[in-house]
């Protein structure tokens, strides 16, 4: 797969509430590879955006407490200043935020937004970064450069706001690009478009890609492995074929079962028990998953579950996943084709 | 006899501009939309945002006006008749909204959420409206003591039971759900569809199910129009659609599905370049010169496509 571009060991980001901190992201251990796409998925709150604004070091510093490290060229992004770290954010990590009509100043046209920074991380003159960001216009599928380049936000459509996002992340080439959810605030069609767009950028800038998203289908079609996260720690980790087709882990293999398929039509879907633990009332040992899995008996949980490479490359945690099966009798998992 | 039966409905929204404000142009917002509901069945309004959906499903219920056209409900035209004569029929017609955080008054107890429509209809003493709200509340499954609880101490796949207990309190025969799941999580999403299709049959209710994601759709509906720019441009069953897409914008709508099967990520991408192609070629068969669609034509029983 390459060399690992990002290394992150132990990440815990726990956030104070009146006087205590709870982790909301749990010992994560991921390693991103050079051109390959890393995909996180889970449902919203367990902890998939804040693993990505830890990295990039967004969070509020005052009520954040960060452990373990994020490594990135031998160095600790964690441990910088934020002087050292703005070296690194937007020129080698980029970073591509959900919602496109709010991550683009209303007030600043495009072209200059797209100049900013480049302006702090290279030494291009003025006329040289014009003709650099005219090319990434070009290069993420904008007609008419000139006067896109000359346009405010507003007078965009959301697909293109979000190429504008995708081509201010790229503007210096970067070895990685952290994309929350690039495609979840777009209609079908666009999304398919920034879809086939990413798959293109990928493979020319062979840049390693964190995906941050809960749209299993998003992840079928762009991810290269799979890691799922759930209540803040990671439970399944591996090629997006095994997790699609071979899913151990119980949390994943509930997902799955629950989006609607389109080969067994208005069959009833898996419905997973229970709520997701908010941060503050999360069960901080044993297996976390196994309140939503309460017919399976607890002897089959793990004290302290670890996640254990189980298959070269396939990483699982607890092992409630040996003798797993769906109260509904249930047996084979659904096949995964679409007409 | 069909329960609903839209006629060729249109609603303009006038632009003014110039001198005097005058009305210099319309936004055809639904332009000319016909559509007929069996009873018992599920009927999908496909589009992307600002194709008219959701203005189609607002107008039948009569939260915005139409400009022409007819909603014939058992027979009688909604769309003529005056706001109390309206309220007949507004027992029958019930809707569910898009997105449970907003659309649950946070400062009513659940039990004056869900009685508000029957307390428009009927007189009932305190004790037999409680009889009949935790009626509704456990049969959407929900506990009993919930009604004195506050919206905010409910999850978003319970808030949006409760909004479906409210949608049922009137015994509709029809609902017009928009967007029902689209703020929910996937495994939330999967049991507010199943609950869906239990009380389906539990009530023997219809639905217009008005929706973007082409897989819930397929999960739910049995017959499905697909809009685009305020215009059908095809209708038809699941299998008819999915199979067998005529019109180009269905072609497109379908491609744009992700792929499930990772092998086949390469020929997806050439599928939908091949698709963008036959866009720009076949254009004008589907399209005039002002980019309207063509009339609906029947290609067979069940099935029409808005062609030349």
Not at chain 1, 214 to 230: I, K, P, S
Request: net charge neutral; hydrophobic share 35%; aromatic share 6%.
């Amino acid at each position: 797969m390459g060399n690992p571009v990002l290394n992150i060991r132990n990440l815990s980001t726990s956030f104070r509430i009146k006087e205590n901190y709870y982790a909301a992201v749990d010992d994560v251990t991921l390693t991103v590879n050079e051109n390959e796409v890393l995909a996180i998925v889970g449902e919203s709150g367990c902890g998939k955006s804040a693993l990505a604004l830890s990295i990039m070091g967004l969070h509020q510093k005052e009520r954040t407490k960060l452990d373990g490290e994020v490594n990135y060229k031998n160095q600790n992004l964690l441990r910088l200043s934020d002087g050292n770290l703005n070296k690194i954010r937007g020129n080698d990590i980029g970073m591509i935020f959900q919602d496109p009509l709010t991550a683009l100043n209303p007030l600043v046209r495009i072209g200059k937004q797209i100049e900013e920074s480049m302006k702090y991380h290279t030494k291009y003159s003025g006329s040289q970064r014009k003709k650099r960001t005219l090319e990434l216009l070009e290069k993420v599928g904008i007609p008419n450069v000139q006067r896109v380049y000359k346009q405010y936000p507003h007078e965009l459509s959301g697909g293109m706001r979000q190429r504008v996002v995708i081509a201010i992340a790229l503007a210096c080439d970067p070895k990685l690009l952290i994309a929350d959810e690039p495609t979840t605030a777009l209609d079908v069609t666009i999304q398919a478009q920034i879809m086939d767009l990413m798959k293109t950028l990928q493979e020319d800038t062979k840049a390693g890609i964190i995906l941050i998203t809960h749209d299993l289908g998003v992840v079928a079609e762009m991810a290269d492995r799979v890691a799922v996260m759930y209540a803040g720690q990671i439970v399944e980790v591996a090629d997006v074929d095994t997790i699609l087709k071979n899913p151990l882990h119980p949390y994943t293999r509930s997902l799955l079962n629950s989006i609607p398929s389109n080969i067994s039509n208005k069959s009833r879907l898996h419905v997973i028990d229970g709520v997701v633990p908010s941060i503050q009332n999360l069960k901080r040992t044993g297996c976390r998953f196994a309140p939503r899995i309460g017919w399976i008996d607890e002897e089959q949980h793990q004290e302290n579950p670890l996640l254990e490479e189980v298959e070269p490359n396939h990483w699982v945690r607890c092992s409630c996943y040996h003798n797993f099966y769906f109260p509904e009798g249930k047996t084979g998992e659904k096949h995964y084709v679409l007409a | 006899m069909s329960l609903l039966k839209v006629n060729d409905l249109k609603i303009h929204y006038p632009i003014r501009g110039g001198f005097f404000r005058t009305v210099v142009d319309h936004v055809r917002a639904v332009d000319g939309v016909s559509f007929e509901l069996q009873p018992g069945e599920t009927y999908g309004l496909v589009g992307e945002s600002g194709c008219g959906k959701t203005t189609t499903g607002r107008t039948i219920i009569g939260l915005n006006k139409a400009t022409s056209g007819e909603i014939l409900f058992n027979g009688t035209d909604l769309a003529q008749l005056s706001r109390g004569e309206r309220r007949k029929y507004t027992k029958d017609i019930q809707m569910i909204f898009q997105d449970p955080y907003s659309s649950l008054n946070a400062r009513k107890r659940v039990l004056d959420i869900v009685a508000e429509p029957i307390r428009n209809f009927e007189r009932l003493s305190p004790e037999e409206e409680r009889k009949r709200v935790q009626f509704v509340i456990e049969r959407v499954g929900l506990n009993p003591e919930a009604i004195y609880k506050y919206p905010h101490e409910f999850s978003g796949g319970q808030r949006q039971r409760i909004g479906i207990a409210r949608a049922l309190m009137l015994n509709p025969k029809l609902i017009i759900a928009d967007e029902p799941v689209s703020a929910l999580d996937v495994s939330v999403q999967a049991q507010v569809l199943n609950f869906m299709q239990d009380i389906q049959k539990e009530f023997n209710l219809t639905y217009l199910f008005i929706s973007h994601d082409l897989g819930i759709i397929r999960h739910m509906c049995d017959r499905m129009g697909i809009m685009y720019r305020g215009q059908f441009v095809e209708e038809g069953t699941s299998e008819e659609i999915y199979n067998d897409p005529q019109h180009i914008y269905t072609k497109r709508l379908i491609a744009a599905i992700p792929e499930m099967e990772t092998a086949n990520r390469k020929e997806k991408t050439l599928i939908r370049k091949q698709i963008a192609d036959e866009y720009r070629q076949t254009k004008d068969q589907f399209f005039d010169k002002d980019g309207r669609s063509f009339g609906l034509k029947k290609i067979s029983d069940t099935h029409s496509v808005a062609m030349q």
